[in-house]
């Protein structure tokens, strides 16, 4: 950023004469300079050069501010000190040439007024006070008289120096300020005006100049490079595109939130995603080369050097090759995995293609490959241990019955009860009858005696099985015992029947969940070799160089351009 120089403005009195063309030309420098972008050192340098030129504009507007109607000064002043216009004019332009800073010309004007002098210019009150005898610049002297110069003459004192002075410059030539000749004067500031543009008209060129070598050298250079290597070097690629989506059995709408998002691309987006990075990574490439010869095909010497692996290729090396050549996105909205392989010619970027598909579709099946083993396996140990179980309860059963040689002892429990029950009905039967027989007056003894052996037959009867059901075996157990440990394992067996039917329906179960739970890749756009060339995009890829040079030229022009501004300030 660069300052623009400020002009001191004067106030005119109506009626007076124009300023000069030098105070224009003052102002078009420092305007050129603006325009020009120069920068702030160079601005302030020429700043300083333009109010060394318009001083003599200050002088002029400084001696002409009493207007036309002081004109007559000059001469009349002339007359008073007994010396001719020009000769004033010479002694003017000698005390101009001293360096009077403005300080010593108010300070002279001052003087002069309180010496009661009609002064038509600091200069002039300066020429008519050392006329006088006067030194306005010694601050003890500035009201008393000092000795006269003749007597300092006499005396042998030199004059003393008049400081700062100024020092000539021979590479600049400023307009003249004399207006003896109105005419030389104005073509002398013709001249120098003309000298001015002439000079600015160069600078800008220059500047044009260097600014096109470097528009040459940073973009245009460049950017035709990058055409030339897209238009004439670089080896056709062809691309070969797919599209997938992973999907899973539709499982049962659970309670819950959990069901919102079944059978949506939330469901499987964590699978898209776990085979897109899977594709994309180191081991995908590895493989890829180990099957199909990644590093091989991209080995050729027929590809560009850009393109082409050197050999040995490093797994770095083709790895970021591949990066390049296969392009795999997720559109999550749609749940579907695009992707692009790159190869160099057709049949070999459909084959990397269809590789890649497998891949990635044993991937999917991986996934969920643990869990639904794991699901699987813990389902088939529970019924294969129940199953053993129920195997051994039958084998207990089976033998407790044979050991107490009863199929069924409750079967048997009841039979006996049944038997004695049925003795006992029989019995009382017989009492009865007898007591019917002893009733009479001469009873029948054969017919008493019968009834009387059958009853003590029967009561014999069920006395043994009793005994039977109560005694101990020959083991030393008795029969109820037995019989309990029996039905104990009839029991057992039942239970451990039951847990293998309950067992079973959780395999049951469990195969169902695990078949819900595989996923599976679908295709929606098969790869297929294209016929025409699909990289390098020439003029796109020129057009995009041209963009990048040009925001890195400009990027760089503004650092260097702050950078200069911030240690010039």
């Not at 001191?8 to 325009?35: F, N």
């Not at 392009?327 to 057709?346: F, H, L, N, Q, R």
């Not at 599976?520 to 796109?540: I, M």
Request: hydrophobic letters at 40%; one cysteine or more; aromatic letters at 6%.
């Amino acid at each position: 950023m660069t300052t623009k120089p400020r002009v001191t403005r004067y106030r005119l009195r109506a009626g007076a004469p124009l300023a000069p063309p030098a105070l224009e030309a003052a102002r078009s420098v420092a305007d050129a300079d603006t325009e020009a972008g120069a920068t702030e050192t160079e601005a302030e340098q020429r700043q300083a050069g333009t109010a060394v030129a318009m001083r003599p504009v200050q002088q002029w507007l400084a001696e002409d501010e009493a207007g036309p109607a002081d004109a007559t000064r000059p001469a009349t002043q002339a007359s008073a000190s007994g010396g001719s216009f020009a000769d004033i004019e010479d002694e003017i332009d000698r005390i101009r040439q001293e360096g009077l800073s403005g300080r010593q010309l108010r300070m002279a004007r001052r003087v002069a007024q309180k010496q009661g002098l009609e002064v038509s210019s600091d200069y002039d009150a300066v020429r008519q006070l050392r006329a006088r005898g006067v030194d306005p610049f010694q601050r003890s002297n500035i009201i008393e008289l000092v000795v006269p110069r003749q007597q300092d003459d006499e005396a042998g004192m030199t004059p003393r120096v008049q400081l700062p002075s100024t020092v000539p410059d021979p590479d600049r030539s400023l307009p003249s300020t004399e207006r003896a000749d109105p005419g030389a004067s104005a073509e002398r500031r013709a001249s120098e005006i003309g000298r001015i543009q002439r000079d600015l008209a160069k600078r800008r060129r220059r500047r044009m100049a260097l600014l096109c070598l470097r528009l040459a050298l940073f973009v245009l250079l460049p950017t035709v490079l990058a055409g030339y290597y897209f238009f004439a070097v670089a080896t056709p690629m062809y691309a070969t595109r797919s599209e997938f989506v992973i999907q899973q059995a539709e499982p049962q709408s659970g309670p819950g939130l959990g069901g919102l998002f079944q059978g949506t691309s939330m469901a499987t987006q964590q699978d898209s995603i776990t085979v897109q990075s899977y594709l994309t990574s180191r081991a995908a490439m590895v493989r890829l080369d180990e099957e199909e010869g990644f590093k091989e095909v991209f080995s050729d010497p027929a590809i560009d050097p850009l393109q082409r692996l050197p050999r040995p290729a490093t797994n770095e090396a083709a790895y970021d090759l591949y990066q390049d050549h296969v392009k795999i996105s997720y559109d999550p909205t749609e749940g579907i995995v695009k992707m692009e392989v790159i190869a160099p010619d057709p049949e070999t970027s459909q084959r990397f293609s269809e590789a890649l598909l497998g891949y990635a579709e044993e991937q999917v099946d991986q996934l969920t490959a643990r869990l639904r083993t794991d699901q699987m396996q813990g389902a088939r140990e529970s019924y294969e241990t129940a199953e053993a179980r129920r195997a051994e309860a039958l084998a207990n059963w089976l033998r407790i019955q044979q050991e107490v040689q009863q199929i069924d002892p409750v079967g048997e429990t009841a039979a006996r009860t049944s038997q004695i029950s049925a003795l006992e009905t029989q019995r009382q039967q017989l009492q009865l009858e007898l007591q019917t027989r002893l009733a009479v007056r001469r009873p029948n003894e054969a017919q008493v005696n019968s009834l009387r052996s059958q009853i003590a037959g029967i009561e014999a009867l069920i006395s043994d099985l009793r005994r039977e059901m109560t005694e101990a075996s020959e083991q030393g157990a008795s029969l109820a015992a037995r019989n309990t440990e029996l039905r104990l394992a009839e029991e057992n067996y039942g239970f451990q029947t039951l847990l293998v039917q309950q067992a079973l329906q959780q395999m049951e179960a469990a195969q169902i969940e695990a078949n819900r739970q595989v996923r599976y890749l679908s295709l929606g756009v098969e790869p297929v070799a294209p016929d025409e060339p699909t990289y390098p995009k020439a003029l796109e890829n020129t057009a995009l160089a041209f963009l990048i040079f040009s925001g890195i030229y400009l990027m760089l022009s503004l650092t260097v351009s702050i950078l200069r501004e911030q240690v010039s300030g």
